[in-house]
């Protein structure tokens, strides 16, 4: 029997990036130039050569950042999120979508999401905002006694920022209505969404005032450590390249260049140091190039979780769309029909070798907010459920059959001597 290790995630690096990295590496240009600039560019037309009606109604930026966080924090803050503000954040997600408010002073109202889906829920967010708007905490709990105790953060709502969970993408429709009435800017977090449609075959990511995707490690097209920032409006653009390079303000440069010498640049902000170098934009190219066949690879490898698990009574399969990422494949355990706990499930599989890994500890049980905002696991319940159920497996592609069947038979071995 083969007892090889089975990572959990495994990046897909072949001839084609190392050779990117190469020609980068022989340059003489390391930093971010011709390479990142043409990994920005190619990075917009993937959507635009695809997507048909889209592409006309205005040019997409692409910024290349050197992680999903720095692209979330410049949407934050050329959005002008502040001291005072509140920005609505699903309690299901990593941290990253929620410390990027605090940088700025702001503070987090937490949202649950739906069940099932597990995305931020449009009408708990639109609860959420009704109080805020009437000078209330952005939480409420009933008492022993039935009463209603209101908590947490107040202040004026400023942003949203929707995860689109394993890239299956939010209810944008919805959650754009509400961002309308309630003047509230919106910044997807696209992280796990590279590539995701809606079922009518929008883009998600596309779809908010901002989109930000991750390209760490594990994602599903990676430079290492990595992003992209993308918008249709130009003065968030411009704010943003600014402040991902020291506040320094390029366009005053050209503008001055005839008449000044080629070292002048003026600060019109503190900013940060956020850019993508070539080295890594180098290697997004090549990875956005099989961006496609990667994706497919993804998906081949869920149709054969899907089929395998669908009939056991004590397993449910993750939510899908029409063409969604699959970033990531949450398993969910049914626990009323086993004997054993999801933390124990996890041990037993990692006791055959197949590495395996949870999608998310709800952000409102960690030491941090939990104490800053006086938060119960309770107080959001489904956020809760589908943590203590989940189990995501290993989806990289490049995973060989004998992987895939040895990751199936290991869930379905375990789930049949458990299951009661
Ligand atoms: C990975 C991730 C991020 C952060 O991405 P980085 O590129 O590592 O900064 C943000 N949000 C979610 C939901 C993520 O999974």
Known sequence: MDTEKIPFARPFIGEAEEAAVLRVLRSGWLTTGSETL???KEFAAFFGEQASAESESGRLHALAVNSATSGLHLAMEAAGV??????????????????????????????????GT?????????????????GLPAYERRGEDGSIQRFGPKGNPKAAIPVHYGGLPCDMDAIMEIARKFELFVC?????????????????????????FSFYATKTITTGEGGMAVTRNSSLSQRMAIMRSHGIDRSVWNRYTDTKASWYYEVVAAGYKYNLPDILGALGRAQLSRAMDLLEMRRAIAR???????????????????????HLYPLKLGLENLSISRDRFI?????????????????HTMPYY??????????????????????????????????????????????REYST
Not at 316 to 325: E, N, Q, R, V
Not at 347 to 363: A, K
């Open 38 to 40: 043409a990994f920005e």
């Open 82 to 115: 502040g001291p005072g503000d509140v920005v609505l954040v699903p309690s299901f997600t990593f941290t990253a979508t929620a410390e990027v408010v605090r940088y700025l002073s702001a503070d987090v109202a937490f949202v649950d999401v739906t069940p």
């Open 118 to 134: 597990c995305l931020m829920d449009p009408q708990k967010l639109e609860e959420t905002l009704l109080r805020l708007k009437q």
């Open 188 to 212: 997807e977090d696209a992280a796990h969404a590279f590539p995701s449609r809606l079922e009518d075959g929008r883009w998600a990511g596309l779809l908010g005032d901002v989109g930000v």
């Open 304 to 326: 054969i979780y899907d089929d395998n698990f669908k009939d056991c009574a004590c397993l449910s399969l993750p939510a899908t769309g029409a063409a969604d990422a699959r």
């Open 347 to 363: 041990d037993l599989l990692q006791e055959r070798g197949i590495g395996v890994s949870v999608h998310f500890i709800p952000l």
């Open 370 to 415: 939990r104490e800053k905002y006086s938060l119960v696991p309770g107080d959001f319940p489904e956020s809760c459920k589908a943590f203590t159920r989940s189990i995501s497996l290993p989806i990289w592609p490049g995973m060989d059959n004998n992987q895939i069947m040895r990751v199936t038979a290991a869930v379905l071995g375990i789930a």
